[in-house]
């Protein structure tokens, strides 16, 4: 590692007993050059704060953010991206789940020309196959639906040069799905593996509807194939509805003695095209429900007090 600032970007909430640990393990790689470690607190009720305080008033590269209440881990992201001052900055998860030891193998990636340099995990401890499956299924969804290639098994474990974080800072859109955003500038990308372990203590704060709604979130911000979709299923429900008209009345004039409805057929199509027409709606609104935060223009985080910064 050369004489240049590192920047550590730590977005957490309710991690009190993984703060210790995660500082421990930190020091030693960063001791060597210049660094600066931003915790930024996502409106923790533990004693995550006043943790990172007492060690920022011991070590001043230790800095804090604070949000008055939680907005959300892409916010916390995007709170430390505003305030980071090093040449190459690293975000990492408080949980220990990601490896801080693989950091200098980033550096050495950035330092040979990468603009990005993805943590990319090549094995899961401690998961459950429902756990796996989702992931997997996550970005097969979303690299299906989006018009822009998002790489899989990586989560905001990764580096980006100054170059991508001025970029971002640049963006006047609510970066509400960075990886996507990240993926979108094309920047000269290289990749480090890992073992992924168990998390270190506490639970896990994206569970299966959290995930499925942050899916939504990186489908509708970089693609309108959804919306597209929704039309061809119109399509497809009108010629359908329009071939069963003329297939009845062929019937009717051939055997005006068999045309008897029935309620099974009737129902049927009445709930394919019921649930259609909602799905369509559902879509229409998720687009509009962007649209609508980026018109309001408030601001995305409220920070509460800041230390060392």
């Not at 957490?12 to 995660?22: A, D, G, K, T």
């Not at 006043?50 to 060690?55: E, P, W």
């Not at 939680?70 to 789940?97: K, P, S, W």
Request: charged share 25%; hydrophobic share 40%.
């Amino acid at each position: 590692m050369n004489n240049f600032l590192l920047s550590i970007i730590i977005p957490v909430f309710n991690e009190e007993q993984n703060i210790e640990p995660l500082i421990k393990r930190l020091i030693p790689i960063l001791k060597d050059s210049p660094y600066e470690i931003i915790f930024v607190d996502d409106g923790s009720k533990d004693k995550t704060t006043s943790i990172v305080k007492k060690h920022s008033e011991k070590n001043k590269n230790i800095k804090l953010i604070s949000f008055y209440r939680n907005f959300g881990h892409q916010m916390a992201l995007t709170a430390g991206y505003e305030v980071a001052r090093g040449e190459c900055v690293i975000t990492i998860d408080a949980d220990l789940q990601d490896p801080p030891e693989i950091i200098p193998q980033m550096i050495e990636k950035w330092q040979k020309g990468a603009k990005i340099v993805y943590a990319r995990r090549n094995e899961r401890q401690g998961e459950n196959f429902f756990k796996k499956f989702t992931a997997t299924a996550f970005y097969e969804l979303i690299n299906l639906l989006s018009d822009t290639p998002i790489p899989q098994e990586v989560g905001d474990f990764r580096l980006l040069d100054r170059q991508v974080v001025n970029f971002l800072k640049n963006l006047r859109e609510r970066p509400s799905f960075l990886r996507g955003i990240v993926a979108w500038g094309g920047f000269p990308t290289e990749f480090v593996y890992f073992k992924r372990d168990k998390r270190f203590s506490g639970q896990t704060h994206y569970g299966f509807f959290k995930m499925l709604n942050f899916a939504l979130e990186g489908i509708t911000s970089f693609s309108v194939k959804p919306l597209r979709i929704a039309t061809y299923f119109g399509f497809m429900s009108g010629i359908f509805g329009f071939l069963g008209i003329i297939y009845e009345l062929i019937r009717k004039a051939i055997s005006p003695e068999s045309f008897v409805i029935g309620w099974a057929g009737l129902f049927t199509a009445i709930m394919f095209i019921g649930g259609i027409q909602l799905i369509t709606i559902g879509i229409i609104g998720e687009y509009i429900g962007k649209i609508y935060q980026e018109v309001q223009k408030r601001p995305r985080y409220i920070i509460k007090e800041k230390r060392n910064l």
